[in-house]
């Protein structure tokens, strides 16, 4: 075995693919590694995980451990959450990473539960830093910061967890973002033998049969964004974003309050609680700009604000602001536009 107290990422695998998720929080995870000088390991739990490797090393993985059975796919609680609860009283890592993913969200809760660990849900952020408890005046060097909005997003909290190991977080996927550390690195594989983390009761449940509905809207890699707020005022005013979408080649994105409002489907949603995005331009239509909204959007390159109240905190990262209502702005936006595009 490896060293202890590393930094280690489970990271999910299915049709012979690593989720972009899990290559996301490599990235971060090797930034954070290095700070604080320890290695970066992966964990990948299933059936033929043959190469899977070679997909996690240029992300800076140091070590990869795989578990691999056929009753390991697809994915079931009991039996990944005992491997990773076996394996990490054994290599005792410091943090351990997760995507907020169905399979992240189930598994991680179940992890840190019997580890007495803790966990932070949905980070927006993931940093290294100090920490002195204010009742004991006891210092702490080199803790996990996890940062999430709070409170109904009025505030964005960092929480840290001084003395229980590991330090665990989930994010969502889009988050972070997902660069190659080193297309040659090369690091260390650990083979595991399944039966000696999980016993043969853990296998009780058997999936016959899976069926999974692939999301036909595709805002994250789409280059420009139209997205609509509960300023929006109805549905019907949301189909101005569709047409102004339509005639400059964008998708179409809505905040939390104006799928709530039921403007718009929730595959759409952008924010804490829906998907993080990075056009090159974003047009907020009627969006106040909630802390959680933001989170979700503000490393968009360009971002234009429509809106009728002057003071809305969206304002505030905008590029360009155009003070007015927009189902009067929109209008003139695509007239103009197929002017200028003839």
Sequence with gaps: MTDKNNLIVYCEFDEGKVADVSLELLTKGRELADKLGVKLEAVVIGDKLDGVENQLFPYGADVVYKVADDRLYPYTSNPHASVLINLFKEIEPQICLMGATCIGRDLGPRVSSCLHSGLTADCTSLEIGDHKDPKTGKEYQNLLYQIRPAFGGNIVATIVNPECRPQMATVREGVMKKEVFDANHKGEVVELDASKYVSPEEFVIEILDRHIEKSKVNIKNSPIIVAGGYGMGSKENFELLYKLAET??????????????????????????????????????????????????????????????????????????????????IPKLIKYYKKNSK
Excluded: W
């Design 248 to 329: 400059i080649g964008a998708e179409v994105g809505a905040s939390r309050a104006a799928v709530d409002a039921g403007f718009c489907e929730h595959d759409r949603q952008i924010g804490q609680t829906g998907v993080t995005v990075r056009p090159k331009l974003y047009i907020a239509c009627g969006i106040s700009g909630q802390i959680q909204h933001i989170a979700g959007m503000q490393e968009s390159s360009i971002i234009i604000s429509i809106n009728n109240d002057p003071e809305a905190p969206i304002n505030a990262i905008a590029d360009y602001v155009i003070n007015g209502n927009a189902e009067d702005v």
